[in-house]
């Protein structure tokens, strides 16, 4: 089947780092991509990884291992504004199948 | 760019009554996806449209969903009739091609009483 998983919440203090893993199991496979969704708000897009490796942007970073089927997404220098649901997602733009999310608290 | 518009942003209606959701997709981009948000299913992709042409509708619960899309700027979804179980955020988001990156308008919460 297609599926894809990840924990349901992370807590962490301002400044700190943040990893945010996904495992994922599909028939096909596309690239693997993170939205961020603040309460209220709708999905932004954060970052996508077609291929193996790290993708950094700012202080937002993605990595993917498709032998591993598994990323995460590093969240670095955290800050209030960070408190969000972050959700993984598997497939191309034409169609995207998405993890539950993730809750993140960033207390201060 | 005004970015994906969404109408209306909240709608309340009873239960039976038809409902109309409206999507404006950001000016050239030629995919266009309507979603269910809720708690309990989390984010559901209903159907898909490329170049106007509904692509995989897979994900429309049954038959009282339909979603249309006359042309590159306007697309509807509509519930008929409606049930309180469809009470959920509804978002459309629209693509640029084989692009890797979804546009999400702001959304419409529905509350069917």
């Known amino acids: 089947g297609q599926s894809l998983e990840q924990p349901s919440e992370v807590t962490a203090v301002e400044g700190a780092i943040v990893q945010i893993n996904c495992t994922y199991q599909?028939?096909?496979?596309?690239?693997l991509s993170w939205y961020q969704q603040h309460d209220g708000g709708a999905p932004t897009f954060l970052s996508y990884?077609?291929?193996?490796g790290l993708e950094e942007t700012g202080r937002f970073s993605s990595f993917l291992s498709r032998s591993d089927s598994y990323g995460y997404l590093l969240l670095q220098e955290l800050q209030m504004k960070d408190s969000a649901s972050y959700f993984c997602?598997?497939?191309?733009?034409?169609?995207?199948?998405f993890g539950s999310g993730t809750q993140l608290t960033v207390l201060p | 760019d005004a970015g994906v518009i969404q109408s209306p942003r909240h709608e309340v209606t009873e239960m039976g009554q038809e409902v109309t959701l409206r999507c404006k997709p950001i000016s050239g981009h030629n995919s266009l996806f309507w979603y269910r948000q809720t708690m309990m299913r989390g984010l559901e992709l209903l159907i898909y449209f490329n170049n106007n042409v509904p692509i995989d509708d897979s994900g429309m619960p049954e038959d009282r969903f339909s979603a249309k899309m006359p042309n590159a700027s306007f697309s509807t979804l509509k519930i008929q009739p409606s049930e309180p179980r469809d009470s959920a955020v509804y978002f459309c988001?629209?693509?640029?091609?084989?692009?890797?990156?979804?546009?999400f308008g702001p959304g419409t919460r529905l509350t069917v009483l």
């Open positions: 997602a598997y497939g191309s733009a034409r169609q995207l199948t």
């Open positions: 599909t028939s096909g496979f596309y690239g």
């Open positions: 988001a629209s693509s640029l091609g084989a692009g890797n990156e979804q546009f």
């Open positions: 990884n077609a291929l193996d």
